[in-house]
């Protein structure tokens, strides 16, 4: 199965938390480059958090110190966790990952893959 399954999205009021979650299991053996990326409506896509093999992460200023991305390379699975929400977090939240495909637990060829979005709605 060639997709990402993403979960956690929901409604919170302002200052609240969630996470986010990215499952790459059944389609990568494993993540070499991973992110979260969102779309509010009427803008273009823009990326929130990334994070690389080696535990490397980079963040888009607005979120710097909220947001923190993780990767579970076992499962393999990606994470975001969100503190301190705001109203300007609100948007469709998409996982995208990349590295060896995956069939039985045997790796082949090399995917770059996205979720289906899930949807992050701050408000009181």
């Known amino acids: 199965q060639v997709q990402l399954v993403e979960s956690g999205g929901g409604l919170v009021e302002p200052g609240g938390s969630l996470r986010l979650s990215c499952t790459a299991s059944g389609s990568l053996f494993s993540i070499i480059a991973a992110g979260w990326y969102r779309q509010a409506p009427g803008k273009e896509r823009e990326l929130v958090a990334g994070?690389?093999?080696?535990?490397?992460?980079n963040y888009t200023d607005s979120v710097k110190g909220r947001f923190t991305i993780s990767m579970d390379h076992a499962k393999p699975t990606l994470h975001l966790q969100m503190y301190s929400l705001k109203p300007e977090d609100t948007a469709v939240y998409y996982c995208?990952?990349?590295?060896?495909?995956?069939?039985?637990?045997?790796?082949?060829?090399?995917?770059?893959?996205w979720g289906q979005g899930t949807l992050v709605t701050v408000s009181s």
């Open positions: 995208y990952a990349e590295g060896p495909g995956s069939t039985d637990d045997v790796r082949y060829g090399y995917l770059s893959l």
């Open positions: 994070i690389d093999s080696s535990g490397g992460t």
